[in-house]
């Protein structure tokens, strides 16, 4: 396979083109603009890919890497790369799903209400037992249905909720039982 006289690396105008060097993509800054050690990065990752993937032979790489390093402006470095699939300065790299944070979900405030309402209920003496329960059973119906989060929470809403309810329960059976049986 051969390659043709001219390469945009190798510097004056591409035969048939009256404007100089062909650029399909638009700069992302001034060509003029000084090139940072961050640009040239950049552009020797972009030269390095193009590498890996067979599209450049070792001398021609090893040339482009020194005049990458070489480079004062960011116009230097984009030709450098203009002929590559990644652009003249890289693009962001596209994450494989497998490798994102997954989003969680939202917790559900009634979830929320139910677990604090079922823990208050021993400092409150089970006062909040009740509406523990019936939070903790909105809640999770409309986890359920949504798909939020907070499906523990509610749940200790509701044991904690239903203890309290039952507690009250015993203890109030327990004194109706005295005031009947011993009055």
């Not at 990644?86 to 989003?103: D, E, N």
Request: some cysteine.
């Amino acid at each position: 396979m051969s390659n043709p006289s001219w390469q945009p690396w190798q510097g004056g105008p591409q035969p048939g083109q009256p404007h100089g060097l062909p650029q399909p993509w638009q700069p992302v800054s001034a060509p003029s603009m000084l090139a940072s050690h961050a640009d040239r990065e950049r552009t020797v990752d972009v030269l390095r890919a193009g590498y890996g993937e067979g599209r450049l032979e070792k001398g021609e790489f090893d040339k482009r890497v020194g005049r990458a390093y070489a480079a004062r402006t960011v116009g230097e470095l984009a030709v450098l790369v203009a002929d590559l699939p990644q652009g003249p300065l890289g693009q962001p790299a596209v994450v494989p799903r497998t490798f994102l944070p997954v989003a969680r979900p939202r917790t559900n405030g009634k979830a929320v209400g139910a677990a604090v309402c079922g823990v208050l209920c021993l400092p409150t003496f089970g006062f909040t037992g009740i509406p523990a329960v019936v939070l903790g059973q909105a809640a999770r119906s409309e986890i359920q249905r949504t798909g939020e989060g907070g499906d523990g929470l509610a749940l200790i809403g509701l044991v904690l909720g239903w203890m309290s309810v039952a507690a009250w329960t015993v203890m109030l059976t327990l004194m109706l039982a005295f005031a009947v049986g011993g009055g």
